[in-house]
């Protein structure tokens, strides 16, 4: 099991832009969690999907959206790219009756420009 | 509201010296509380939970709520502890399982 992976590893964009980002989580995990970390900080929490739905969002605007797949995979979407989109954002898996554990993947590394 | 705060940026002790991360927090329910790690190079990981009250590596947590702290201890502090630690919040039995990460504190154990 590689554990959770994520692509692309890096994105350069410019302001305005539309970009995709996309996770698969770990081997039997049905719950993915996105969050933004931004250069310096801790990571924070964008939205969390379970069996295709939003079922927790964090304090971000409408253009930060996301998907999640039969298969469990999910995409992070962000429209209409502002300078200060520009982070690192990390994917995290955890499954169903777990003990609370989340497993993050390596993450993206989006510059907006 | 949901909040963790680190307040130290930077920990830089000698090996075999004690080190001492604080964490504190503030939620309205049952806190779970974690503390995660990232080594260079490496995707972060959970170290401890507080539920499990384990020693992992030799570091451990107490999750103190009349003070709403979860501090991170260690005896003796070896090189390879140098990395970025980070305390996350979680609500316990809450649906969902959302972290709330502090800013982190990065710890530089030297020889």
């Known amino acids: 099991d590689a554990g959770v992976t994520q692509s692309p590893t890096h994105l350069i964009k410019t302001r305005g832009q539309q970009v995709t980002l996309r996770c698969s989580p770990k081997s039997g995990h049905d719950t993915v969690s996105w969050y933004q970390q931004a250069l310096g900080q801790g990571p924070q929490f964008i939205f969390q999907?379970?069996?295709?739905?939003?079922?927790q969002r964090g304090n971000f605007p409408d253009r930060f959206s996301g998907h999640q797949f039969p298969n469990y995979s999910s995409e992070l979407n962000v429209n209409a790219l502002l300078l200060g989109d520009s982070a690192l954002y990390l994917c995290?898996?955890?499954?169903?009756?777990?003990?609370?554990?989340?497993?993050f993947g390596p993450g993206t590394r989006l510059t907006v420009l | 509201a949901q909040r963790v705060t680190q307040p130290e940026k930077l920990l830089s002790v000698f090996k075999g010296a004690p080190v001492e991360l604080k964490c504190n927090y503030s939620y309205s329910g049952s806190p779970e509380l974690f503390w995660y790690v990232q080594y260079s190079r490496q995707r972060l990981q959970l170290l401890l939970r507080h539920i499990s009250r384990e020693s992992i590596k030799g570091f451990t947590a107490d999750l103190n709520k009349g003070e709403t702290s979860f501090h991170l201890k260690k005896p003796f502090a070896q090189e390879e502890d140098s990395a970025m630690y980070y305390c996350?919040?979680?609500?316990?039995?809450?649906?969902?399982?959302?972290?709330?990460f502090g800013g982190g504190t990065r710890v530089l154990v030297k020889p």
């Open positions: 996350a919040l979680s609500g316990l039995g809450a649906a969902g399982n959302k972290l709330t």
């Open positions: 995290a898996s955890s499954p169903t009756g777990g003990n609370g554990e989340q497993f």
């Open positions: 999907y379970y069996e295709e739905e939003e079922r």
